[in-house]
């Protein structure tokens, strides 16, 4: 009985983790219409900002904060500097994405060494906590908190306010926002911002369950691609969803046959692809 | 017209035949045949890219998948050669043929992020199923093959065989792209939806595409393993398959002679850097925008539209 309240735990967690990943990845891809294939490397270089940040006894919170916003003006200056150059050429786009994928992560590698570098969870939350005579891990509670505060701001930034409303307006019709007023590539690099600040900020949150090693780059953006075409590309319910769905499948896979974890991944997107190629909440986007 | 291709075609066989006899050292020859085995590959994943406008993120799949089963049947199995390179082909084609469906589901970019999905489960697959694959450590096969009463040991042997199917790759493919379904693949790409109705299948003609392009990796991949003796998940990794799809895009998409370029041009630059710095991602991250933002047409096009355009 443990085991399944606890692994359920982790999966929930897991899950918090994958939304703060790939809601910024669906978001990016919803609007400027390329799948960011350095989303990953974000990740990464967040969880190793963090460590070191933490090593300099800075605190969790602020470190995960900081890691954040230098990984967002990182997102910033990628979509300024090369994206916008290419405007039109959405291969070329993908490409050159993938090619800072590659160049962050042997930067990553020159820099930090080659061994995984845990990232100590903050002291408060490590004792676990016990609810109903079930011990549960402390931390992985926070991540679950953080991740669902995390969604709420998002989706009341979105629905909510004046920007918000711009950014869906550009990922339902690009065109038809540009010529209502709406300066959409002001929107593409605060969209960039945002989405790779999540995706930093989410490396150091999951630090302390993940740790920060060479290839965690590429063990999360297999993760965040299958939660958005499970969830359907730009919508925010879909990646919270996706997120659930693909954190429980990983977490529970992992646990029981560690051999197949990565054949269950792929199940859902099989079942989405079949039954409903946009994904679960996903539109065709204009 | 005619001449001129027959003339291209005698150059091709006659370097082919010329570079063992110049370069004598095994090391560099290995280096070639190696570039040779790559413009399969390259010469594979350009039926996609280049004649079918699909972009692929997950090629490394039909060189992968191949590879493992050669290097997996020759060892663990205890199969003969000539058995597990023909289920190995099978099994790379029949991936392609699954792999397919999956992937047509969508066009453009969602094709490209679904192939990249299923190649990173493969590579999760090879990477973590430790009793089948041996993880990380790879597959060791004990020596290239003898096939037929040839010995294929050697660097000279070994390098006929693969100059020999990238000979045949580079026919069957200019005879492909010649074809009335070469035009049709064509016309899918360029104009898809005046090709539906005209009453093309363009599923079905995107399909066939997908699994050519997976038959050629395969042959790509069986090549590959015997070249090293050795498999390991690198050969399926997201890397791997970016290689590939950056050969094609330097050399140019669409032509014949352009993944092959790309892939002697990549291999060189792989091989004199390894030998220097081990800095070959940042550097392959780097040609990537280079070529993007500099030559996005590739070096092939670029070149006959110079010289078109002085002959004009």
Partial sequence: ?286 | MTGRVWLGWALVILALVAIPVVISSSFYLGIVTHALILAILALSLNVLIGHAGMTSLGHAVYLGIPAYAVAWLSTQAGWGPIQSIIVAMVLGTATSAFFGILALRASGLGFLMITLALGQVMWGIAYRWVDLTGGDNGIRLDHRPVLLGFDFTGAVPFYGLVATALVVALFCLWQLDRSPYGACLRGTRDQPRRMRMLGHDVWRIRYLAFITSGFWGSVAGVLYCYDYTYVSPQALSLPQSAEALLMVVLGGAGTLAGPVLGAIIITVIKTVVSSYVDRWYSLLGLTFIVVVMLMPRGIVPGVRAWVGGRRA
């Fill in chain 1, 1 to 286: 009985m443990q085991f399944w309240i606890v692994q359920s735990l982790n999966s929930l967690a897991m899950g918090g983790l994958l939304f703060l990943l790939s809601a910024g990845f669906s978001l990016i891809f919803g609007l400027l219409r390329i799948p960011n294939l350095a989303h990953g490397a974000l990740f990464m270089l967040g969880a190793y900002l963090g460590a070191t940040l933490l090593g300099l006894q800075v605190n969790f919170w602020l470190a995960a904060l900081l890691a954040g916003v230098g990984v967002g003006l990182l997102g910033v200056v990628l979509e300024a500097g090369l994206l916008r150059r290419l405007a039109g050429n959405e291969q070329g786009q993908v490409l050159v994405t993938l090619g800072v994928a590659f160049i962050i992560a042997d930067l990553c590698l020159m820099t930090w060494g080659g061994d995984p570098m845990p990232l100590p969870a903050p002291r408060a939350l490590r004792p676990p906590v016990f609810i109903a005579g079930f011990a549960f891990p402390g931390y992985r509670l926070a991540v679950l908190g953080v991740a669902l505060v995390g969604a709420l701001l998002l989706w009341l930034l979105l629905e909510r306010t004046r920007l918000g409303a711009m950014i869906r307006a550009g990922v339902d019709d690009r065109l038809m926002a540009r010529s209502v007023g709406i300066r959409v590539s002001l929107l593409f690099s605060a969209v960039f911002f945002l989405g790779a600040a999540l995706a930093g900020f989410g490396g150091v949150i999951g630090g302390p369950i993940l740790s920060a090693y060479p290839g965690l780059d590429a063990d999360m953006l297999p993760l965040a691609l299958v939660v958005v075409i499970l969830g359907g590309v730009g919508s925010l319910p879909g990646a919270l969803v996706g997120s659930f769905i693909i954190g429980a499948i990983y977490n529970f896979g992992s646990a029981l046959f560690p051999d197949f974890a990565y054949v269950l991944l792929f199940l859902p997107m099989v079942i989405v692809l079949v039954v409903k190629p946009t994904g679960l909440f996903g539109r065709v986007l204009r």
